[in-house]
């Protein structure tokens, strides 16, 4: 068994995942520059940063409302305790 471990090639998981996320970060330093090049060459570039941008404004419109509703929830809950 000992032979086969270390002849065929075999590693423990922690070794194989160590492995693995060295060419993971191999793998992303060498494509993001390539990535960064496309997307700068994208003839839709502006209009989805543009899109992009609008949804994030409106999901921040969202968070806000909730926010000021539930605080608005929590002023009620608390002003009806002081009720009693």
Do not use: Y
């Not at 960064?36 to 940063?49: K, M, T």
């Not at 404004?57 to 009693?84: F, P």
């Amino acid at each position: 068994m000992i032979v086969g471990f270390t002849w065929g090639g075999w590693v423990m998981g922690s070794t194989a995942k160590t492995m693995a996320q060295v060419q993971a970060d191999d793998a992303v330093s060498r494509l993001a520059p390539m990535c960064v090049v496309e997307s700068r060459q994208d003839p839709r570039r502006n209009q989805e940063f543009r899109e992009l941008k609008a949804f994030l404004e409106s999901a921040v419109q969202r968070i806000d409302r909730a926010i000021g509703a539930a605080n608005t929830a929590m002023l009620d809950v608390k002003a009806s305790a002081g009720q009693r």
